[in-house]
C-alpha cells in the first residue's frame, strides 16, 4: 500500500531549506541536476523575482516516492514578511523539516517557526544545514536547539571533518552507548513501559528505543535531529531515512465526506484560475459539484495529483493528497472545501501590522491597478486592499518593505502596471470599553429608510474577530435583508471611532421592522436590502459611540545579545523608543536583553543597534500582542462616507440614490 506524506520545508532565510529540496529530489530520482539558488535554476523557485534575489516567496509544492511513501515536499518562504504563505502551508502539513544553519544557528525566524509547529501539533525533524561552510559548529548549534526550540531535542548521529567539503554525518547505533542511554531517558518521559524498565534497572532493547522514538517523533513529542549539507548531499540519505521512520503519513477516509483546505491559488496559461488543495476527507472527482468558501459551488473541471514527481492529470483524488483544482472560478486561498472544518481555524501568526498607499506611476493605469491588486488578493488575502473612496487611493497591509518590492515587480511583469508606494505606517486597531446599543425606527425622524434596525456592540472573546447575532423572532426578516446586515457590519468595523479596525466584536440584531411588497409583486414603498445596507452604518456606529473603543498599537517582543559591557548606553536608547526592558541575564562577555517595543520602533532599533554595540548586536524580533497606545490617540482618515456624521453620510447617499 502506497502512503502519502505532505511535507514542509521550514527555515530563517538563507538556511538552505531550497537547496535541500533540490537534493531531495535528485537523491529520489526526480531530477537530473541539482539547481542553484544563487544561479536561479531551481525546481520550486520559479517567479523571475525568486530566481533574481535567490530567495522563496511563494509555496511551492515538488513531489517524490521513497520506501512506498509518495513524499509531497512544500516549499516555503524564509523571509519573515512572507510568514503569511507558511501560515497556509501549516494547515496541510503532516510534518516538518525544520532547517538550521551549522554556521548561523538558531535564528529569530527559527524560533518563530518552533513555536508554530509545537501550538499546532506538527511533527518535525531538524535538520542541520551547512557542515561544509567554515564556522560550522554541530554542538554549539545542539546546545542552542534544546535551549531555544526544544528541550526533547535528540541528536541523531555524529559529524566530522566539520568545515570543510569532506564533512560528514554518521547515524548512530544499538552499539552507541551515550546514543542510547540519552534515547532512554528523553522516551521515558512519555512511555510509562520504558520508564518501570529503567527505573527497574533492566537494559531496554534497542528494538524498543527505536520503536518508541518512532512513536513519539509522530505525535510531536520529541524531535531527532539531523545534519548533513544540502550542497554536498551529505547526511541527506539519513535524513530521507528519518523521514519516513519518524513522520506519521496522511490520514484520511477516502470514502467519508469531502472536507479540504486551500493554501495556494495561481493563474494559468490562460488566466485559468488553478487551486491547490489539501484533502482531508473523502473523494473529489472530475465533473463533481464542489462546495467551497461561504456559500459557493462550482463544477471540477479537471483534476492533477502530485505522485512521485510532477503533479499529473487524475481522473479523482483522495483524501491525504494534494491535487491541483480547475473550474473553481471564485476560489480563493483559505476556503474550506466540502464540509466546513470540523472546528475553529486559529491563526499561527501576527497579521500584518504595516501599511501603505500605492499608487499608478501612469494615471490612466488607476483603474487597471485596483483590477490587478484585486486578483492579487486572491492569492493572498491578507494583503487586504484598502479602497479610499474619498481621497481615490489605495491602501495594501504588509508584513514588511520587502514585500513592496515583490508586489511593484509583480505588478509590473504580470500586469504592465509601474507603481509607486508612500512611506509605511503602524496599522493599529481599536477594542470595546464596554457594551452599547442603538436602534432607528422607520417613519421616525432622523431615519429616511424604509428599515427599523437595532445592533448591540459588545466585548468579544480575544481572537474571536467579529460575530454576527440574532435576538429577533425566527422569520421576522426576510432572509436576504439580515445577510445585507450580517455584511455591512462586517464592512462596517474595518473602521471604528478613528479610523482603524474593531476587533473581537459581537454585534447582535435587537430590533427589525420592514414594508412588505403587496400580494402582486415589488413596489417602491416596499423596503428593500439597500434600506438595510444604507442604515446599518449609521446604527452601528451610534452604538459603537456608547460602547466607546480605545486604540491599541502592534508591540514587537525583541531579544537582544549585546556586549555586556555596551549595556548602559543601549538602556537610554531603548527608553527613548519606548522599549520596555523585561529580563537581563549575562553570560561571560555577552548580555541578553528581552522586553517588548511598539512596532513603529522596530526599525529604528534595528538602524541604531550596530552603533551602540560596535557592529557586535544580534537582535530577534516578532509580534507580541495589541496594547494600548499611551499619548495622543492615533487617528486613521475614514474611507468611507462617514456614518459618524450623519449629514455628510446621508449627502453620499442622496447622491447615490440621484445616480
Avoid at 544561479?39 to 530566481?51: I, N, V, Y
Avoid at 566539520?162 to 542510547?180: K, M, Q, V, Y
Avoid at 452599547?436 to 429616511?448: F, I, L, Q, T
Avoid at 454585534?507 to 403587496?518: C, L, R
Wanted: proline letters at 6%.
Amino acid at each position: 500500500m502506497v502512503h502519502t506524506l505532505n511535507l514542509g520545508i521550514l527555515a530563517h532565510v538563507d538556511a538552505g531549506k531550497t537547496s535541500l529540496t533540490e537534493r531531495l529530489l535528485y537523491a529520489a530520482g526526480v531530477i537530473d541536476e541539482i539547481g542553484s539558488v544563487d544561479k536561479g535554476s531551481t525546481q520550486t523557485d520559479t517567479l523571475a523575482l525568486e530566481r533574481q534575489r535567490g530567495i522563496t516567496i511563494k509555496s511551492a509544492v515538488a513531489s517524490f516516492a521513497v520506501g512506498g511513501v509518495t513524499v509531497n515536499l512544500l516549499d516555503t518562504p524564509g523571509h519573515p514578511d512572507f510568514i503569511a504563505e507558511v501560515e497556509r502551508v501549516l494547515t496541510v502539513l503532516d510534518g516538518a523539516v525544520l532547517v538550521v544553519s551549522a554556521v548561523e544557528g538558531v535564528q529569530a525566524q527559527t524560533r518563530l517557526l518552533m513555536r508554530a509547529l509545537q501550538r499546532l501539533k506538527i511533527p518535525a525533524l531538524l535538520f542541520v544545514n551547512k557542515i561544509d561552510r567554515p564556522g560550522a559548529d554541530a554542538s554549539r548549534v545542539l546546545q542552542a536547539v534544546t535551549e531555544r526550540l526544544t528541550p526533547a531535542a535528540v541528536a541523531m548521529g555524529a559529524t566530522r571533518d566539520l568545515g570543510t567539503s569532506a564533512a560528514g554525518f554518521t547515524r548512530f547505533g544499538a552499539g552507541d552507548a551515550a546514543f542510547t542511554s540519552r534515547l532512554a531517558e528523553l522516551l521515558t518521559e512519555h512511555d510509562d513501559s520504558l520508564l518501570a524498565s529503567y527505573l527497574s534497572g533492566d537494559a531496554i532493547a534497542y528494538h524498543r528505543l527505536a520503536r518508541s522514538l518512532a512513536a513519539q517523533s509522530r505525535q510531536g513529542l520529541v524531535h531527532p535531529v539531523f545534519f548533513g549539507s544540502a550542497i554536498t548531499g551529505a547526511g541527506v540519505d539519513c535524513l530521507i531515512a528519518g523521514i519516513t521512520e519518524l513522520l506519521p503519513a496522511a490520514r484520511g477516509d477516502p470514502d467519508g465526506p469531502v472536507r479540504g483546505a486551500v493554501f495556494k491559488v495561481e493563474r494559468g496559461p490562460a488566466g485559468e484560475k488553478i487551486g491547490y488543495a489539501r484533502l482531508r476527507s473523502g473523494t473529489v472527482r472530475a465533473r463533481d459539484r464542489l462546495r467551497f468558501g461561504p456559500g459557493k459551488a462550482a463544477k471540477v473541471t479537471a483534476i492533477s495529483v502530485f505522485d512521485g514527481g510532477p503533479a499529473v492529470r487524475r481522473d479523482s483524488a483522495a483524501a491525504g493528497q494534494i491535487a491541483k483544482l480547475w473550474g473553481l472560478a471564485g476560489l480563493q486561498v483559505g476556503d474550506a472545501l466540502g464540509e466546513p472544518p470540523d472546528g475553529p481555524v486559529s491563526r499561527s501568526f501576527a497579521p500584518p501590522t504595516l501599511e501603505t498607499v500605492i499608487a499608478p506611476r501612469r494615471q490612466a493605469d488607476r483603474g487597471s491597478l485596483h483590477a490587478a491588486l484585486v486578483l492579487l488578493a486572491e492569492q493572498d488575502p491578507l494583503i487586504s486592499l484598502r479602497q479610499d473612496d474619498v481621497r481615490q487611493e489605495l491602501s495594501l497591509s504588509l508584513y514588511g518593505e520587502v514585500q513592496k518590492e515583490v508586489i511593484a515587480a509583480t505588478l509590473a511583469d504580470e500586469f504592465g502596471i509601474e507603481v509607486a508606494f508612500r512611506e509605511t505606517t503602524t496599522i493599529c486597531v481599536e477594542e470595546l470599553v464596554g457594551a452599547g446599543s442603538a436602534v432607528e425606527y422607520m417613519d421616525s425622524a432622523p431615519n429616511p429608510f424604509r428599515a427599523t434596525l437595532g445592533l448591540r456592540v459588545g466585548p468579544a472573546s480575544a481572537g474571536v474577530g467579529v460575530t454576527f447575532g440574532l435576538e429577533i423572532e425566527n422569520g421576522a426578516l426576510p432572509a436576504s435583508f439580515i445577510k445585507a446586515v450580517d455584511e455591512t457590519v462586517h464592512q462596517s468595523l474595518r473602521q471604528g471611532l478613528y479610523g482603524w479596525p474593531v476587533i473581537d466584536c459581537a454585534v447582535t440584531m435587537t430590533h427589525s421592522g420592514y414594508v412588505p411588497p403587496p400580494p402582486h409583486g415589488w413596489s417602491k414603498w416596499s423596503s428593500s436590502a439597500g434600506d438595510f445596507r444604507n442604515l446599518t452604518p449609521l446604527v452601528l456606529m451610534s452604538a459603537l459611540a456608547r460602547a466607546r473603543t480605545r486604540v491599541l498599537e502592534p508591540v514587537h517582543r525583541f531579544r537582544l545579545e549585546i556586549p555586556a559591557d555596551t549595556l548602559g548606553p543601549l538602556l537610554p536608547a531603548l527608553a527613548r523608543l519606548r522599549a520596555i526592558g523585561q529580563a537581563q541575564a549575562t553570560r561571560g562577555p555577552l548580555c541578553v536583553v528581552e522586553g517588548v517595543v511598539p512596532a513603529a520602533q522596530v526599525h529604528a532599533l534595528r538602524e541604531r543597534l550596530p552603533g551602540l554595540t560596535r557592529g557586535e548586536g544580534l537582535m530577534e524580533c516578532a509580534f507580541d500582542s495589541y496594547q494600548p497606545v499611551h499619548g495622543p490617540v492615533p487617528v486613521r482618515p475614514r474611507s468611507d462616507y462617514n456614518p459618524l456624521s450623519r449629514p455628510e453620510y446621508l449627502l453620499h447617499v442622496q447622491r447615490t440614490w440621484q445616480r
